[in-house]
């Protein structure tokens, strides 16, 4: 699956603010590396020097049009990995490791937490953000809509990303020696412009089946989604669409 870093960031605000929300609970003063893992076109990169500016920071991401834009923009002693998660592994204890609204995509993101824990250094901590609106009317219509036989031919079979319950996050990073903060927070993203809910969606959720589907099938997918979207996330009288999003958080700090 191809990312568009251009379409990723149309919302980078509303996007990046779950991360200063994140960043927040982290309570790790001095830090000698920090590691973002799912770092995206490094848009969030700005965020870690100014809260640790003598670490080294190194962002990782599996999208070679991700790590492209992130190396461009990346500033100097930053350091850009392409690398899958499910492989990738610290050369030396992390003194802060996040991640944010990457994880969803991992296939039994759960059991990868376990080891991305055992790299936190002693006073360290392990933050990460999840998307869990997958039972929202956006990722409903999503879903139902690619399984209709006009699509079925090329989204049968699409891997769709998926998020835990507060709780389970909470029982895999919870042990001896470890300090853990889960919370839940919905967001009412006002969006505008034509066919909000779609241009929102079709940077994250979407991209599965919208790569998947050939170009024709690809502009009728996008019509019909609209359509429906529009019905169940109507215009308010000034024009704009309310979109609720909610996302888990967890912060486990090692003592």
């Not at 079925?152 to 990303?161: D, V």
């Not at 319950?165 to 020696?177: F, H, K, N, T």
Request: hydrophobic share 45%.
């Amino acid at each position: 699956m191809r990312w568009d870093p251009d379409e990723y960031l149309r919302r980078k605000a509303e996007r990046s603010r779950a991360y200063d929300e994140l960043l927040a609970r982290v309570d790790v003063v001095d830090a000698e590396l920090v590691v973002d893992l799912g770092c995206g076109p490094g848009h969030l990169v700005d965020r870690l020097i100014a809260r640790w500016p003598g670490a080294q920071i190194v962002g990782v991401d599996s999208s070679p049009d991700m790590v492209a834009a992130a190396r461009a923009q990346a500033p100097a002693g930053v350091r850009i990995e392409q690398a899958d998660l499910r492989e990738w592994a610290a050369d030396r204890p992390v003194d802060v490791l996040t991640s944010n609204a990457t994880l969803q995509w991992v296939p039994d993101h759960l059991a990868m937490l376990e080891r991305l824990r055992a790299m936190v250094a002693p006073g360290g901590a392990l933050a990460i953000g999840v998307p869990s609106n997958f039972d929202r009317p956006s990722h409903v219509l999503l879903r139902a809509l690619a399984a209709d036989a006009a699509f079925a031919p090329w989204t049968s079979g699409l891997a769709w990303p998926s998020s835990a319950a507060p709780e389970a996050y909470l029982d895999v990073l919870s042990g001896p020696g470890w300090r853990v903060d889960v919370w839940q927070s919905t967001y009412w993203h006002v969006l505008d412009g034509p066919d909000p809910v779609l241009a929102w969606i079709s940077g994250t959720g979407a991209r599965p089946v919208l790569e998947a589907l050939p170009d024709a099938e690809r502009a009728d997918f996008r019509r019909r989604y609209a359509a429906a979207a529009a019905e169940v996330y109507p215009s308010r009288p000034d024009g704009t669409v309310v979109l609720p999003f909610t996302r888990t958080f967890a912060v486990a700090h090692r003592r």
